[in-house]
């Protein structure tokens, strides 16, 4: 499965962005974004699932909206009311139903004050 992340930028605090990641293959069941912001670990900012539960990480919640559609293999992340320290390289994360991983390349998300 590849996987093809796209949406990052730069924007200023309180903007806006809106992430998307398509999947070649429908084969997978959750799908997730991470980032990962200098000098830090990879940190989980939210997940779905193939029927729709989600988890979102405590600093973004209320905030950041994950959805997927599942006819295009595709999952967003709606990012709103964003913060400096929002800024990250944002990938893009996929398991199918053996949980093998797959991780798309990142996209650069710069949240400026």
């Known amino acids: 499965v590849q996987l093809q992340a796209s949406g990052g930028g730069l924007v200023q605090a309180g903007g806006s962005l809106r992430l998307s990641c398509a999947a070649s293959?429908?084969?997978?069941?959750?799908m997730a974004w991470y980032r990962q912001a200098p000098g830090k670990q990879r940190e989980l900012v939210a997940s779905?699932?193939?029927?729709?539960?989600?988890n979102y990480a405590d600093s973004v919640k209320g905030r950041f909206t994950i959805s997927r559609d599942n006819a295009k293999n595709t999952v967003y992340l709606q990012m709103n009311s964003l913060k400096v320290e929002d800024t990250a390289v944002y990938y893009c994360?996929?398991?199918?139903?053996?949980?093998?991983?797959?991780w798309g390349q990142g996209t650069l998300v710069t949240v400026s004050s």
């Open positions: 994360y996929a398991e199918n139903a053996y949980n093998y991983i797959y």
């Open positions: 293959s429908s084969a997978v069941n959750v």
């Open positions: 779905i699932r193939s029927r729709g539960s989600t």
